[in-house]
């Protein structure tokens, strides 16, 4: 079976745009959690979805968005870059029926110049 | 706020030793400790996870100590190789999981050969 995939792997934008992170998770897992990791720290919780609702929010300003879709796959949308959005993001699908293992995606590293 | 401590920041073991990595929490509504493992440009890999129920879980190489008085947990490497020279984050979260994964700063690790 194949992991959670993340698109797209690397992406370079300016101060000021919009970015747009996508995720599908693992088949079968209806759960899906986004973290940004800043290079040498550990991942910080953004947003967790499940069935198509919003179950948790961490602390991240309203410039961070996200939904996910009937299928189960997810959107991390980013307005108004600034350079500290600088970043791994990384996706995490679970199936909560089965507790809360999270498993990770490759992430898509941003660049904000 | 840092919910979750970890120590060493960095640690070198000789092959054939055993790597120890410590964590210590405050939040006591937390119920579920996994550690991960992430390579350079790679997502993170659950490598084992224990409940505050039991005091010790092994699976091969890795053995996850918990003590729950005094709010830690440790993760233990035996008989460390090369190819477990990796970043290692210890985690916890509660309630299941709505919250997200509360991360450790991590543990630089290298085997030397």
């Known amino acids: 079976d194949a992991g959670v995939t993340q698109s797209p792997t690397h992406l370079i934008k300016t101060r000021g745009q919009h970015v747009t992170l996508r995720c599908s998770p693992i088949?079968?897992?209806?759960?899906v959690s986004w973290y940004q990791q800043v290079l040498g720290q550990g991942p910080q919780f953004i947003f967790q979805?499940?069935?198509?609702?919003?179950?948790g929010r961490g602390n991240f300003p309203d410039r961070f968005s996200a939904r996910q879709f009937p299928n189960y796959s997810s959107e991390l949308n980013v307005n108004a870059l600034l350079l500290g959005d600088s970043a791994l993001y990384l996706c995490?699908?679970?199936?909560?029926?089965?507790?809360?293992?999270?498993?990770f995606g490759p992430g898509t590293r941003l660049l904000v110049l | 706020q840092q919910q979750v401590k970890q120590s060493p920041q960095s640690l070198i073991v000789q092959k054939g030793g055993i790597s120890i990595i410590n964590c210590a929490y405050e939040?006591?509504?937390?119920?579920?400790f996994p550690w991960y493992q992430q390579f350079p440009g790679k997502g993170p890999a659950l490598l084992i996870a224990?409940?505050?129920?039991?005091s010790e879980k092994k699976e091969g190489r890795f053995t996850i100590s918990f003590n729950k008085s005094a709010k830690q947990f440790s993760l233990h490497i035996m008989d460390s190789q090369p190819g477990d020279s990796a970043t290692y984050f210890c985690?916890?979260?509660?309630?299941?999981?709505?919250?997200?994964?509360?991360f450790g700063k991590g543990t630089h690790l290298i085997i030397q050969p």
């Open positions: 995490a699908s679970s199936d909560l029926r089965a507790g809360e293992t999270q498993y």
């Open positions: 088949s079968g897992h209806k759960s």
């Open positions: 979805y499940y069935e198509k609702e919003e179950r």
């Open positions: 939040n006591t509504a937390f119920d579920y």
């Open positions: 224990i409940r505050p129920d039991v």
């Open positions: 985690a916890a979260n509660s309630g299941g999981g709505a919250d997200g994964l509360t």
